[in-house]
């Protein structure tokens, strides 16, 4: 019995041992983006303002420039990839952080490999945590957070290892994991323990399982619904007229057209959204099961379907043509929110059955 503890023990110290080690590893990851978008080419990325530019602007200049070189000068049209919604302006996607630069594009291959490196060192952190309390490892917040942040990289590796263009998500995202680390280690650390009687059930795998699944694509579309809305106001103020910032020029301009993120954000949100209310369904049956009711309006059950309603309003208003593109996009960043206080708040300043679970 003593030597099981101690090896328990010892592996429960080897799991904050790799979580930390991991948290090291995205620092790396964090640096390297930095220097992708820092020395990637802002020369290259001029083509974007330029595709942006009013029509009519663009057939003059290239009638005087046609003018200049002769009558019969012919200028070949860029061949741009474009991404156009009904409704949305055609314009090209960026070239992404790296800017088209090989010295960029190397920095960004680099934080690709290290934020794979974390992500196994983390989850190597988890498996082993799971073994030391030799069940679910997410008994408690500390171990939810931990969990939270793996799934949502092996996600985005996940769209990478598909070929889906979402390196520019990569600096955002190891900031939210690094933030994410460093408040579990700080605040929510929990030492080892069994679980409460009422938690001894297999709907633990099943429906907190699927709760953390369901967040870290969340998590993507929501990164996803802010950058539109920033690439969207830059978008607008080009096509106006306008003269963006610098910074502006440097960032946003590297992003995929706003119709892109858009259409990545609705994608996602649409294919987890069937799963979260299966993980609403599984938490009612768990319910029934541990408590005698499937439904008692507890506050994290309460939370749980307002998100579902934040995010049944947001899919309906991408069907209603009064409510697409940012009026939606601010619909589908309360849902996040929602989820985002169902995650923390509930846990945190709401007394309920679901308490347990400890900060």
């Not at 498996?127 to 799934?151: C, D, H, K």
């Not at 680390?181 to 099943?206: K, M, N, R």
Request: a positive charge; glycine letters at 8%.
């Amino acid at each position: 019995m003593n030597l099981a503890a101690a090896t328990n023990e010892s592996l429960a110290e080897m799991s904050n041992v790799l979580v930390y080690s991991a948290m090291a590893v995205y620092t790396l990851a964090f640096l390297a983006h930095i220097a992708e978008w820092v020395l990637g080419s802002r020369s290259k990325v001029g083509r974007t303002a330029a595709a942006l530019t009013p029509a009519s602007a663009r057939a003059r200049a290239q009638a005087h420039a046609g003018r200049q070189g002769g009558g019969t000068a012919v200028l070949d049209k860029p061949k741009v990839v474009t991404r156009s919604a009904t409704g949305a302006r055609e314009v090209p996607d960026g070239p992404g952080a790296a800017g088209g630069d090989e010295k960029g594009d190397l920095y960004g291959r680099i934080a690709v490999s290290l934020t794979t490196l974390a992500f196994l060192v983390q989850a190597a952190g988890v498996v082993t945590r799971a073994l030391s309390v030799q069940r679910a490892p997410w008994g408690n917040m500390y171990e939810f957070s931990i969990t939270f942040s793996t799934v949502v990289v092996g996600a985005y590796l996940g769209f990478l290892v598909a070929r889906k263009n979402v390196r520019w998500m990569g600096l955002p995202l190891v900031t939210t994991v690094l933030l994410d680390l460093g408040v579990a280690v700080t605040w929510l650390y929990t030492e080892s323990d069994q679980l409460v009687p009422a938690l001894h059930s297999y709907w633990l795998w099943i429906h907190v399982s699927t709760a953390i699944f369901c967040g870290a694509v969340f998590y993507l579309g929501a990164v996803g619904t802010l950058l539109y809305l920033f690439r969207d106001t830059y978008e607008n103020k080009i096509e106006n007229g306008g003269t963006p910032s610098a910074f502006a020029r440097s960032v946003l301009e590297r992003l995929p057209a706003a119709a892109s993120l858009d259409k990545f954000a609705y994608r996602v949100n649409a294919a987890v959204f069937p799963l979260w209310t299966f993980t609403i369904i599984a938490g009612a049956i768990w319910a029934g099961d541990a408590w005698g009711r499937y439904w008692g309006w507890d506050a994290k059950e309460v939370w749980s379907f307002i998100t579902w309603v934040a995010y049944a309003a947001y899919l309906h208003a991408r069907a209603t043509a009064g409510w697409k593109g940012r009026k939606a996009a601010y619909v589908a960043l309360i849902a996040f929110a929602c989820w985002l206080f169902n995650y923390y708040g509930v846990n945190m300043f709401v007394n309920s059955l679901h308490s347990y679970a400890g900060v």
